[in-house]
């Protein structure tokens, strides 16, 4: 073997002085998956995405932006002369100087004569500026509801979406009412939600292949065993956790390879806390929803799933289930290089392709029982079906009223909410399906928060359980490990909603004692001394009854 001077370092030595440096590393990995989710979910992937939402599985859309300036400028100009009249301005105004929340962005998209920015301003904060006496909403809505309102449609350049043709086609045959309600409101509106999301997804994936395929990832399992080995687990336990962010079902299996029983089973219990490519969808709901495409609310998430990662670690090390040093961990760091073409799209398309798969079965049917419940129901005693029916008479209805009381503690105890997370059950997905066929509302952004932070954290979907259940090949361990995930789900989105409803001025002082003391609670398992028992108790009779 020929070694290279001491002092010459190849181009991979040197880039490993920084990305493995013992200071340096964290932040740089930190940087990176920030770096990842911002371009997936806040740049890239949601200008994809709110193509496919708005566009393809929408009204429609401009094709290659043909006609798209025409319609822009009819628009600003109809705006200028028919919604942001002298009436509407006051209104405004008065309210920016008497600071209601919100006012200073319809002030701002009027001065900047920008319609779009005005009417996502306008959409999300109309209740407010009425709430204070400044109701601008009777004024706008009957500008924008004339004859003379330009119709993007009848513009060069358009093509309907989906849904729309859909309808077309349905009417052309005079469909039933009954059908189309189901292929419109069940079919296209919940799987059509769940495939609005695959654009950010893609770019995701491409991301994490191109960090895979460099080298940069063995680095990262490099650095991760030196921390976890701290929290009692090894880098081994760093690779399910990698592959989970893709699926939870392959990460789970991949954990055959800890030869530590114990490590083995911890790694399973704590894998998917790591967001998979099926929570992408309602970490990009939450953030597009309520925090107006936030920048910060997909790096949070996956933050938070690695700390459930690190907290669960440290707790359950210390019991005596789980005591015991990890398992070593040696492997090769490859050289850096540049990956190619086809290995990223490979690797995108196999972690993409599963998902899709799994929008056009499981989904399409979850979608389906969503539309059935909803349009079944009970009124005067009897069974009824009716398009029209009210949620709250409806059998979801009756569902979500039975099981909201459980989630009411932790801020989300409303009938759409509730359903969506135990339909999460079915395939995680189908949260985003669920509020695709009911409609988003109910929640604030705190509410929306905690409810995001439970279905991260909570037990994962019916596929990742039957994995659970096969690589513990225990009921009892199956059990202790859904029971824990769901668990620590529900504290940790009790102690976000109880306290932030205290420091915001709406909370409660029974939940924010409990809260304290809940955080209390881990901090006493996170710093107490994991103690050796001295003394070995053996049952004699098991004992004789072995030896013979």
């Known amino acids: 073997m020929t070694k290279n001077s001491k002092k010459k370092l190849s181009v991979s030595d040197k880039i490993d002085r920084i990305v493995t440096n013992r200071i340096a590393a964290l932040p740089v990995f930190a940087a990176v998956m920030f770096l990842v989710y911002f371009i997936s979910v806040t740049t890239v992937g949601t200008w994809a995405t709110d193509w496919t939402n708005d566009g393809l599985f929408g009204d429609g859309f401009h094709i290659f932006g043909i006609g798209t300036n025409e319609y822009e400028q009819d628009m600003t100009e109809y705006y200028q002369n028919n919604v942001w009249t002298p009436e509407v301005r006051s209104q405004v105004e008065a309210a920016v100087t008497a600071g209601v929340i919100g006012a200073g962005d319809i002030y701002d998209a009027m001065e900047d004569e920008d319609f779009e920015a005005f009417d996502e301003a306008f959409g999300s904060y109309a209740d407010s500026l009425a709430g204070s006496g400044f109701d601008i909403s009777e004024t706008v809505d009957s500008a924008l509801e004339v004859e003379g309102c330009p119709d993007t449609s009848e513009y060069k350049g358009w093509v309907p979406g989906i849904p729309v043709l859909a309808e077309r086609g349905l009417d052309g045959v005079k469909c039933a009412g009954w059908l189309k309600s189901l292929i419109l409101d069940g079919i296209i509106a919940g799987v059509g939600a769940v495939l609005g999301f695959v654009p950010q997804m893609l770019v995701l994936f491409i991301m994490l292949a191109i960090l895979e395929s460099c080298g940069y990832m063995a680095r990262v399992a490099f650095i991760m065993d030196r921390i976890f080995r701290r929290f009692g687990l090894s880098g081994k336990s760093f690779i399910p956790m990698l592959i989970g962010s893709g699926c939870g079902v392959p990460g789970i299996m991949a954990s055959r390879t800890i030869e530590n029983d114990r490590d083995r089973k911890m790694t399973i219990m704590t894998t998917t806390f790591i967001p998979c490519g099926a929570k992408m969808p309602i970490i990009a709901l939450i953030a597009a929803a309520l925090f107006d495409n936030g920048w910060w609310v997909a790096p949070a998430a996956y933050f938070i799933g690695a700390a459930a990662v690190v907290v669960s670690g440290i707790i359950l090390k210390k019991t005596r289930m789980f005591a015991g040093d990890p398992a070593p961990f040696v492997m090769e760091l490859p050289a850096y290089h540049v990956p ?178 809940l955080i209390a609670a881990f901090l006493y398992l996170l710093f107490r001394p994991y103690r050796e028992s001295k003394v070995l108790r053996v049952d004699s009779k098991k004992l004789a009854r072995a030896s013979k």
């Open 340 to 517: 190619t073409f086809g290995n990223v799209m490979r690797s995108m398309w196999e972690r993409g392709s599963s998902f899709i798969k799994k929008a056009g079965t499981i989904i399409l049917l979850s979608s389906i029982v969503i539309w059935a419940g909803s349009v079944f129901g009970v009124e005067g005693g009897k069974m009824v079906f009716d398009l029209d029916i009210e949620l709250e008479s409806s059998v979801l209805g009756y569902i979500g009223n039975a099981i909201k009381v459980v989630f009411a503690p932790i801020g989300f105890g409303n009938i759409k909410a509730s359903v969506a997370t135990i339909m999460g059950l079915v395939a995680k997905e189908e949260v985003v399906g669920v509020f695709g066929v009911l409609d988003f509302e109910g929640l604030t952004k705190l509410s929306a928060f905690s409810f995001m932070i439970f279905n991260l954290l909570c037990a994962p979907c019916f596929a990742a359980m039957g994995a659970i259940k096969r690589e513990m090949n225990s009921a009892k361990w199956f059990w202790i490990a859904v029971g824990y995930q769901t668990g620590l789900a529900y504290l940790v989105s009790l102690v976000v909603f109880q306290l932030g409803s205290f420091f915001g001025g709406n909370g409660n002082i029974a939940g924010a004692i409990i809260s304290f003391v």
